[in-house]
């Protein structure tokens, strides 16, 4: 079975702060990962993907893989209300190019 | 960027009526779509991957029956629930990549099917 896993939380961090979320997942044959954030009714919104071990940064945004420990992570600097929503991490599997998810952070960045 | 157009963004039917639902790739063309299923404060399903020209791959316990999937086009790929009931009752996201490989999945709006 190939799983995704996140803490669902919710997260909360006030204005300003950073947001770490986390996951792991247990194909080590996933090269590739995915974070999505989604609004509640509204469908995911891509924020980054990552394939190399180390850091990606993207504005306010880092996405960490550490492919020996099976584990993505995201930093949010600098939170906003307006990043209250939930975050998905999602793994790709080769066979047939299929993105699993995991099931998903909610965070809340209180003013 | 790329674009993934999904309608309707809202259905309501009747038990035992058929739904579909059409996702369209607006400015790029998909050989493969991916269709998901995702319950209140759940995450997202996959239930199928829709192949152009060819029969689509439902994941494992998802009834082939029940969900009727169809890739005529490059472009446009239409998931049929046929049969509805309140079970079925769901938000239903289409998806698809521009290119092959590892890129990322642009996702259409959804569509929140309520059955009664």
């Known amino acids: 079975q190939k799983e995704v896993e996140q803490n669902s939380g919710p997260l909360s961090v006030p204005e300003g702060a950073i947001a770490s979320l986390n996951c792991t997942y247990s194909?080590?044959?996933?090269?590739?990962f995915f974070w999505y954030r989604q609004y509640s009714g509204k469908s995911p919104e891509l924020i980054m993907f990552i394939y190399s071990n180390g850091d990606k940064e993207d504005g306010r945004f880092t996405a960490q893989l550490n492919k020996a420990s099976q584990y993505v992570s995201l930093l949010i600097r600098d939170s906003q209300p307006s990043d209250s929503a939930t975050y998905l991490c999602?793994?790709?599997?080769?066979?047939?190019?299929?993105?699993?998810f995991g099931q998903g952070t909610e965070l809340s960045v209180k003013p | 960027g790329a674009v993934v157009s999904q309608h309707p963004s809202r259905v309501i039917c009747k038990s035992g009526t058929s739904v579909k639902i059409e996702c369209r790739s607006l400015d790029f063309q998909a050989t493969t779509m991916f269709w998901y299923r995702q319950f209140p404060k759940k995450s997202l399903m996959l239930m199928a991957t829709s192949n152009e020209g060819s029969k689509a791959t439902y994941e494992q316990g998802v009834e082939k029956d029940k969900f009727l999937i169809n890739h005529a086009s490059l472009t446009l790929s239409t998931l049929t629930v046929t049969s509805a009931h309140p079970e079925d009752s769901s938000f239903y996201i289409c998806?698809?990549?521009?290119?092959?490989?590892?890129?990322?999945?642009?996702f259409g709006n959804g569509t929140r099917l309520t059955v009664t």
């Open positions: 999602a793994a790709l599997y080769n066979q047939g190019g299929k993105l699993i």
């Open positions: 998806s698809a990549r521009v290119g092959e490989g590892d890129s990322p999945l642009h």
């Open positions: 194909d080590r044959g996933s090269q590739s």
